[in-house]
């Protein structure tokens, strides 16, 4: 008997295994693929994406999220909590960012308070939706279930409540100062929220109002630790309104309109009218409607269950940020308030990304599948110029204080050689320029140390300047997007030369004696003691052997100084073989970035952390792509799921997750501001990607799976294809590439010298 039941239990296992590798066809509904939980089982200590289900338009100005954290923190939504505190307007980028222009709304029954511990409901995930469109909950504690759907500045409330004569809707508009407004003619709520983080002018205000489908059947206000029957209107630190009503039907159900403006109460007004004349379940649908069609952009087929809900919730986080700022006014204009002046002016205006991550592959993801969005993009970081002065690197809203480098002229010479033609380009050419050259009103605006940098050609370790090699080496490779920018806009020769000068400006941090990239003192000197497992000091969230791959510019240039292919192929191999020892004594404590290379059991891969997310793609600069295909699968095998664990570091705003649609599709752009991406190893049996201008590029890999991860073979448009890259000029004409796989690494493919991807020394 025991017998029996050990085979049937393994049968059964044999079946689940078979079930989860069985491949997938043709997804008609990509919507219902996507989980926004990815990632939202995440702490302070540990982060397995530090995401929110962002219940939100692609790129839309406002976000919704279920709030499990209490006001302020960050972590607004975890995944293990057990209790709902409300429904949080959130315009937050990341945690360690925290939010800005926040307010939230709860249902209760039978518990008049404000007090977000006393108001928290426990819930379930078996009784909750989560989708990018849609969200709803069960409050366990009201027996009332709540559901929201957004528009891009508004959102449509739904409460089914119990049968009682004390149900109510509490607005919580945050502490920091705020206020609120009870019109019970108008069955509405107004007011104003300044809850920040941060980057705001000091007439900052997010303007909210609340339209009601019923009047009220009572009233009251809170301020600070006080609730007041019967008060209408209070402006204190911390305020809110609790409306009641009385349900005479379980089941009864209570519509709410909220829609919000940076720019005024009139405008708030203006924008709830995105839901005139449209009930719940029909925006519902057209939300639905506008995700299935951005989602279906890109069709994959033949991949896992798994493979494929990874995909379309890594598509879906893709498509949220950078948000748009900017709003409509009366005449129909698009206008936006400034987060750098505080001044309402015309235009576009988009903000809350950090281009540190995001430059590597998510604004070239923009620029592949959605230049129309960059272009109103660009036209905003234009705007962003002429209102501060700067160009920003990480703006939520506005100028924020953070991470290293001057990627802003990556993200305009990529966009702009990908195709992009901004009309506001010589005023951004003007603006990279002046950021390429000056420090900025902060450390994270311009570039800290310039003065050294122009003079030495590095920022030195002595000097006071924290993360100086990063630094250096990131001026660098923007120094190049600025030459390939200058080149394109045919400016004189003597701006090409200096730029492309400077562009090789990292092999004055490269050290002969360790083959890796190291601080140096401001008399030329090397930094001693030299430990290039510790971590920061010189260099960011990450050690030298994370950071001196960050040469995208001139992989071959950094080949010839580690001693030609051969041997940096054994540097880029002992990045795995290497034991996860790391060096703490800068910050005084593992930050989340080092537990996670730690405990993935990848050597010194840190795939969680942007600074080494390139790397396996070197492979194919020194001649051995199979190298690359095997790591690859492996990383997105290994790193990625659609769980709520399904990320191995910070999603980042987009970026970690354009990292997995590329590489699932089997090109990745190593080098921002070039024509090339370089190719990995396709997971799927075929993808068609839809682009913007109607053409279509087709791949397909035919014996493809897990152990047959190898490129046998490839053609494109037909033809035999022995390169490890593609153009993307060529895809822009529509495309047709094929790739036969195979389970042993074919060693003569792509390993001439022509069949090698951009450098610059090339």
Known sequence: MRLKILATAFLLGSSILSTYAQKIGKIERPIDMVSTLVGTQSTYFLSSGNTYPAVAMPWGMNFWSPQTGKMGDGWMYTYTAEKIRGIKQTHQPSPWMNDYGQFSVMAMVGNKTFDQDKRASYFSHKAEVAKPHYYSVYLADYDTKVEVTPTERASYFRFTFPKTDSAFVLLDAFDKGSYVEIIPREQKIIGYSTKNSGGVPDNFKNYFVMEFDRPFANVATFADSVLTDGRLKIQANHVGALVGFKTANAGEKLLVKVASSFISPEQANLNLKELDNTSFDEQVAKGEERWNSELAKIQVEGGSIDQIRTFYSALYRSLLFPRMFYEIDAAGQVVHYSPYNGKVLPGYMFTDTGFWDTFRCLFPFLNLMYPDVNEKIQEGLANAYREGGWLPEWASPGYRNIMVGNNSASIVADAWIKGVKSKDIETLYEAVKKGANNAGPMTAVGRAGATYYNELGYVPYDVKIHENAARSLEYAYDDFAIYQLAKSLNKPQEELDFYQKRSFNYKK?????????????????????????????????????????????????????????????????????????????????????????????????????????????????????????????????????????????????????????????????????????????????????????????IIETKNNSDQNRYIQSMKFNGKNYSKNFIKHSELMKGANLSFDMGAEPNKKRGVSRGDLPFSLSK
């Open 509 to 697: 941090l490269f050290d002969p004696s360790t083959g890796l990239m190291r601080g140096k003192n401001k008399d030329g000197s090397w930094t001693t003691p030299f430990n290039p497992f510790k971590w920061g000091d010189a260099f960011t969230e990450g050690n030298s052997w994370h950071y001196s791959w960050s040469v995208f510019q001139d992989i071959e240039g950094l080949a010839n100084l580690m001693g030609g292919h051969a041997a940096m192929e054994i540097k880029l191999d002992s990045v795995f073989h290497l034991p996860p020892v790391f060096d703490d004594s800068y910050y005084g404590f593992p930050i989340h970035e080092i537990r996670e290379m730690q405990i993935a059991h990848m050597g010194q891969y840190a795939h969680g952390n942007q600074p080494i997310q390139h790397m396996i793609y070197l492979y194919n600069h020194v001649g051995a792509p199979w190298k690359a295909q095997y790591w690859l699968r492996e990383t997105m095998n290994r790193m990625y799921s659609p769980n709520p664990d399904g990320y191995c570091g910070d999603e980042d705003n987009g970026q970690t997750s354009a990292w997995y649609v590329f590489t699932a599709m089997g090109f990745y752009p190593v080098t921002p501001a070039t024509d090339e991406y370089v190719l990995g190893s396709p997971i799927f049996d075929k993808v068609t990607i839809s682009l913007n201008s109607g053409k279509k590029v």
